[in-house]
Nanobody
Framework: QVQLVESGGGLVQPGGSLRLSCAAS????????MAWYRQAPGKERELVAR??????NYADSVKGRFTISRDNASNKVYLQMNMLKPEDTAVYYC?????????WGKGTLVTVSS
């Protein structure tokens, strides 16, 4: 059972930046699918950015502003978020897929407001 713990959320002004981290409780492999999702109040959870084996994908709404990265050696995945907008306000979740198994973190709240 892989446990995922997100950190780095908080309150930031529009145009600001945050870096989210996701720490896995065990080794992550290059073949693990890893992603960040978010859920805004009253909305469904949506994909923000993900690694698959051969590519990285971003939601259209964050392209050019957010960057996903991973450090397998330290069992961490990151989400660098720049030029934040109020509509980026949401709980951000880390996700890992290994074979047929999927794991979620409990989320970290990002609030973009002046």
């Amino acid at each position: 059972q892989v446990q995922l713990v997100e950190s780095g959320g908080g309150l930031v002004q529009p145009g600001g930046s945050l870096r989210l981290s996701c720490a896995a409780s065990e080794k992550i492999f290059s073949t693990d699918g890893m992603a960040w999702y978010r859920q805004a109040p009253g909305k469904e959870r949506e994909l923000v950015a993900r690694f698959s084996v051969f590519s990285i994908n971003y939601a259209d709404s964050v392209k050019g502003r957010f960057t996903i990265s991973r450090d397998n050696a330290s069992n961490k995945v990151y989400l660098q978020m720049n030029m934040l907008k109020p509509e980026d306000t949401a709980v951000y979740y880390c996700y890992l897929r290994r074979g047929v198994m999927t794991y979620w973190g409990k989320g970290t709240l990002v609030t973009v407001s002046s």
